[in-house]
């Protein structure tokens, strides 16, 4: 079964880290463009980060400095660390290959800062 699953998500104070794990089956990452993406209830799921085939990485801005996407193709597996966590960051964040294809999202993974 073709799937990515997210995992690492919890709860965290602000300033705070997490790092997430998007792992596939079914498939290989190496090839892909990868991206995460996250969602607040009521509002349009946003992207977070993606990155290429060749490691090349992109951010929005409000991730840039506290964000980083990697990707370890033996594992295959993309990862986002997450440093300096504010409560605005709350959301269920999701990976998907970019662009994003509708069977392929999944359950995310919770991410909740909070004091």
């Known amino acids: 079964q073709v799937q990515l699953v997210e995992s690492g998500g919890g709860l965290v104070q602000p300033g705070g880290s997490l790092r997430l794990s998007c792992a596939a089956s079914?498939?290989?990452?190496?090839?892909?463009?990868i991206g995460w993406f996250r969602q607040v209830a009521g509002k349009e799921r946003e992207g977070v980060a993606c990155?290429?085939?060749?490691?090349?990485?992109y951010y929005a801005d409000s991730m840039k400095g506290r964000f980083t996407i990697s990707r370890d193709n033996a594992k295959n597996t993309v990862y986002l660390q997450m440093n300096s966590l504010k409560p605005e960051d709350t959301a269920v964040y999701y990976c998907?290959?970019?662009?994003?294809?509708?069977?392929?999202w999944g359950q995310g993974t919770q991410v909740t800062v909070s004091s």
């Open positions: 079914g498939f290989t990452l190496e090839s892909y463009t």
């Open positions: 998907n290959l970019q662009p994003a294809l509708s069977q392929y």
């Open positions: 990155i290429s085939s060749n490691s090349g990485t």
